[in-house]
């Protein structure tokens, strides 16, 4: 009898260490919570999106997170009828059908906070990759824990152009850069007096003072004197200020043929709401996107807005010559109450392509996304922008992105430039504010 328990011990003991192996050995108990990298049992795919939510450009912030909103409802199978890659079937198909999350976070127009919301998405939130952050110098710092972690950060519209000349692995940068729209800026210049025969000599320089500013006025300086230009005002301030009065006497006094204006939100709108008080304006306005292109700038300026031209990556008109851009703003417009802009466009354009490259991967590997990125190859027929299409070069930016010219003109947005995309002639010289 006690050899016979020992004997039933001994095979108790037995069973329970072969099924304590077995247990180890299941592979759907390793996996990470947001799936495995073979892509077979991966529920939802979590990305992070780094983006300016509260402060002085929240409401860019918000045009964002709605470009990025309406595109991952895109992949999860809410616009079936639009020749966008993704938009197809519910979801990622080579991940079985999984579907996409968002986490957003407010870096609050902070390097710091931006990095230390990087690292925590990467490590707490377990994302797969991250995407933003607006800011230049937000999205410098956040890419670098991207880097760090070894995780691939897309960038839909962060400008400056060093953030391509560092050499990372894991940085796709999906729009152009200031010096391609500097050098839009004085082709269009060119162009223009050859065709009206006129002649414009001296440039104004405004610029807000953080590294997006700061690197974009350089460029402008440097392009404005090699093209025979007189730089006769180069004002740098503060995007925080609130009083501009200083600055805009400055410019008055100097009286440039031409401003170019590098200005986020508050500060574009403070400037010409100074502009009027103080009853000068140049010939011609050149801005250099950031606040000329908020959802909310003309709104707010109304008439004030009127005829200033900026550089941008979107335009509803656009629709004219790409039929997708009207199906899709119809649909974003009903989703959102208002238009696309050239910010909810790009960042919608970059979570697609995003989205494209982890299904083409098959895996929520970032070593194989970021392969699938490189590999990218979007056509002009797939995107919503006036590009022609998405390619990344080895640096991770997207060689086929272009920009074009827009003048606001009865409070809306009219191409004007390059003048055989244009759906407007361009009004010049800007009319006093006692003619509006």
Known sequence: MAKLSKLFLGLLIFVLLVSSLVGCSNPADQQPENGNADGDGTDTVRVGAILPLSGAVAPVGLDSRHGIEFAMELVNGEFPELSIPGAKEAGLPNLGGAKMEVIFSDHQAQPETGMGEAERLITTEDVVALVGC?????????????ERYSIPFVNPDSVSPPLIERGFKWFF???ADDVMFAENFFQFLDEFQEKENVELKTVGILWENSLWGTEASQIQRDLAEANGYEVV????????????TSETQRLAHANPDILIQNSYISDAILYLKTFEQM???????LANGGGFSDTVFIPTLQYRADYTINRVMWAKDFAESRPLVKEVNDLFKERYGNDMNEISARSFTAFTVLADAINRAGSTDPEAIREALLATDFTEEEIVMPWQGVKFADNGQNILATASLVQVQDQEYYTIWPFEFATKDV???IPGWQDR
Request: cysteine-free.
């Open 134 to 146: 607006y800011n230049s110098a937000v999205t410098a710092t956040a890419s670098q824990a991207a």
């Open 427 to 429: 009004v010049f010289p």
């Open 233 to 244: 005002a180069d004002i740098g301030y503060s995007a925080q200020s609130t009083d501009l």
């Open 173 to 175: 940068r999906v729009t």
């Open 279 to 285: 009853n000068w304006m140049p010939k011609f306005l």
